[in-house]
């Protein structure tokens, strides 16, 4: 290898994970050139719309426009929405379940597939100009699956099909959901893409301060272990890459998962993260090439 191959991690955080689009804008804005992207959850579909070329000013512009909660039919509101997952939980109780049914694409994953359809102009990943890896979660064994072949929109439904809220993505006889719930920030897998250099991006949700609810602590829990498990995974990655690693986290803290109509607020929070970086970002783009330490994991 001749050069430095930068890969970009993006991962997961709802409408937070929109800063990864204004990430993506500022480092083409800054000649950072991209060799290799894996992304989980909303990190998935913007990072699979840089790897097909896709006009991110544009798509900017559009989220900043569109109604993603009326299109997607979710709700940013907490307690309706945890009422829509009790009332399809009871659905499939008497019923069954649709998306376990053979053939049968349910409502949610048909709107949410043909959205990336869109996105990523009906593409598969052979078709990309930067190579392009989605990580999703078996919901039945817990393990990571990342795909990185044929039609690249089913992949990413099956990413970000948040439990509760979309139905789980058949695929090769698996029932795949939301990547983060295992790999928050993809390092190790743009590591195995040929990634010597890797530019990592968290938009994970902060912890609340107060909580007055049951459903705020069933909340607060989740958010903890998700918080603790990207500390691990980014320590991790730090002791395999050393300075090859730049962690950047947009200031989206405060924007709830599906808020989205703070998209241009997101996006711009991911541009300033890589003007607040950029010294560190373009040292990448100087060093030497080298294969990372491999890890004793």
């Not at 097909?52 to 900043?64: C, M, Q, T």
């Amino acid at each position: 290898m001749t050069q430095t191959s930068i890969g970009l991690a993006l991962g997961g955080g709802g409408a937070r994970g929109l800063a990864h689009l204004g990430v993506l804008i500022g480092l083409a804005d800054a000649g950072i050139p991209l060799h290799a992207i894996a992304g989980t959850s909303m990190g998935a579909a913007l990072g699979a719309a840089r790897a097909v070329g896709a006009n991110l000013e544009l798509l900017s512009r559009l989220l900043a426009t569109v109604d993603l909660n009326a299109i997607l039919q979710i709700s940013d509101n907490a307690l309706r929405e945890a009422q829509k997952i009790v009332g399809r939980s009871m659905v499939e109780y008497v019923r069954g379940p649709a998306w376990r049914t053979e053939g049968i694409r349910p409502p949610d994953l048909a709107r949410l597939t043909e959205l990336y359809s869109l996105m990523t102009a009906r593409k598969t990943f052979e078709e990309t100009t930067i190579p392009l890896a989605v990580v999703a979660t078996d919901v039945e064994t817990g393990q990571r699956v990342v795909l990185d072949h044929g039609p690249i929109a089913p992949a990413l439904a099956a990413s970000t099909a948040v439990p509760g809220v979309f139905s789980p993505v058949s695929q090769d006889g698996r029932f795949l959901i939301d990547g983060g719930i295992v790999d928050k920030v993809p390092v190790d897998v743009v590591i195995e893409m040929g990634a010597t250099a890797v530019i990592a991006v968290d938009t994970g949700a902060p912890l609340t301060r107060r909580i007055d609810t049951q459903l705020e602590a069933l909340l607060q829990a989740q958010r903890a272990t998700s918080k603790h498990l990207t500390a691990m995974q980014l320590e991790a990655a730090r002791r395999r890459l050393g300075n090859r690693l730049v962690v950047l986290r947009p200031d989206v803290g405060w924007i709830r998962m599906f808020a989205f109509e703070y998209a241009a607020e997101a996006v711009q929070a991911g541009r300033a993260s890589v003007s607040a970086h950029l010294d560190d970002l373009l040292e990448l783009t100087a060093l030497p090439p080298s294969r990372p330490a491999v890890s004793e994991a």
